[in-house]
């Protein structure tokens, strides 16, 4: 199979249009559908590559996929040609080291995910939040806020946090506790934990 960057065009172009930058296709409150077709679509799950396959995209959830044929296209979508490309699903960046300046590159290279499990306290859940509400373009960012450090197995590592840097250092389990829910409650999608020696 040839490779090419078309593919990874494709997937970036379908990571915007996930994060809501599609206009709607009427003056009224409808969803916009997008109907991607005759590409060949790598699904990811191990199967043969369907050519000439078939997207619908309705708002930011695919609906449909199959071979050209066998999907329904709704009336008055907006069409897509991706003959002699490649489809692929959005890649995921599992333990990313973002910074907001990654975000268009991220979605022209096809990672519609990423895993930011360095904590970046208020500007990781600003910057989640700004892609979210459409302020700028990047992908759906999944943050831990801040980690939750041990003191190493001598309990005398040092409170290492301050103000927007820096892992809180819990010195009982209750501290444990009550640092878990503050991280939660301040916006954390997941949780980083380690010993004091690293994660």
Sequence with gaps: MKRTRA??????????ILSGSLAPLSAQDAEPVLAISGGTLIDGLGGAPLENAVIVIEGNRISAVGAEGDVAVPNGAQMLDASGKYILPGLIDGKSNWSFQYGEAYLNWGVTSAIVSGGRNDQG???????????????????????????????????GYAPGSGDITPYSPEDARQYTRDVIAAGADFIVIGDGNGP
């Design 125 to 159: 859940i600003a910057d989640r939040d700004a892609i979210n509400h459409g302020v700028f373009a990047g992908p759906r960012l999944f943050q831990a806020v801040v980690g939750i450090r041990g003191p190493g197995p001598g309990l005398d590592g040092r409170q």
């Design 7 to 16: 593919g990874f065009w494709i997937s970036g172009y379908l990571a915007l």
